[in-house]
């Protein structure tokens, strides 16, 4: 008795920090700033995108030469382009054309991609082998010329923009629904169900759609910046939007020739728009995917 409480007495005050409270001590912070900060400012754009176009109504065909070319100042913000038109209000209305275009284009493209891994999982054999191989081919071709040749056919429009899209970036959503489900396959529950009688149908819409929505809704939500961009490329090649449509890619297009004589608040902030939505949205879609990982999250914590 004696002997152990010596050891207790001369045994050291401090002890060393685990992995686990260094994270909640010290970088605990960073990803709930990043969520905070990156939800802010979502909210704030897409909150403009939908209230400033409802009080303040923009003519897409308004001219004004004597405000033309005008550079930033308290009148106008962002400047005015070359038709004299406000870049501040286009850029309002640009970005809820392509948040509108991004959102729409990555559902299409998830529940595309989902239908097919889900039916490749499932059936497996020769289906599982076709799809995957289709799935082989479609990214071997570049998106952004795969989406040209798609627009060429059907005509610039927002139809064939948001389909260049879906049918463009369907694939990792195909090959993320096929692993999981390949997974689940052979968990206790699927056993269960097959044992029951329950058909292949049954089995993929009761048992594994609902646990693969979680990484299927992270997917759409990391799709949306590429959808915009992809989005932005086609329009400023002039194979998206109509011309006259304040669209990011549209206002890019008329700044470039507006670049060389210095006005260069036209090319500025619609790029600046831009960068900011799609970092917004996959800093939001990064800490969705944190959480939906923790061994990723302490991997970053440490």
């Known amino acids: 008795m004696v002997e152990v409480l010596s050891r207790r007495e001369t045994a050291p005050a401090w002890r060393p920090a685990t992995r686990s409270r260094l994270t909640a001590a010290g970088t605990g912070g960073a990803p709930r700033l990043r969520a905070w900060v990156s939800g802010g400012v979502l909210a704030v754009l897409v909150g403009a995108a939908l209230v400033v176009p409802m009080v303040v109504q923009l003519d897409q065909q308004f001219v004004d030469l004597a405000a033309a070319n ?39 493209s998830s ?13 497996g054999g020769w289906t599982d082998r076709l799809l995957m191989r289709t799935v082989d081919g479609v990214a071997a071709v570049p998106h952004l010329l795969l989406g040209i040749v798609i ?22 959503s195909a090959r993320i629904v096929r692993s999981e489900v390949l997974a689940l396959r052979g968990r206790p529950f699927v056993d269960a169900a097959v044992l029951g009688g329950s058909s292949r149908s049954r089995i993929m819409v009761r048992h594994l759609l609902p646990n693969v929505a979680p990484q299927v809704l992270l997917t ?8 915009i961009w ?22 890019l297009n008329d700044a470039s020739r507006s670049l060389l004589l210095g006005h260069w608040w036209m090319s500025a902030a619609p790029g600046l728009v831009l960068v900011v939505a799609t970092l917004a949205v996959a800093g939001v879609g990064g800490v969705w995917r944190d959480r939906l990982n923790p061994r990723r999250r302490s991997e970053l914590s440490w």
């Open 70 to 108: 005008l550079p930033p100042g308290p009148a106008h913000p962002f400047g005015t382009d070359e038709l004299g038109r406000d870049v501040l209000l286009r850029c309002i209305y640009a970005l809820r054309i392509s948040l509108a275009v991004g959102l729409l284009a990555a559902v299409v």
């Open 230 to 251: 992809h989005e932005t490329a086609l329009s400023f090649l002039g194979l998206g939007l109509p011309a006259h449509t304040a669209s990011i890619g549209n206002m």
């Open 151 to 172: 627009v060429a056919i059907l005509g610039p429009s927002l139809f064939s923009v948001v389909a260049s899209i879906a049918l463009t970036h369907w694939l990792s």
């Open 220 to 227: 759409t939500t990391l799709m949306v910046p590429h959808a």
């Open 111 to 123: 529940v595309v991609g989902t239908a097919v891994g889900a039916l490749a999982g499932v059936a």
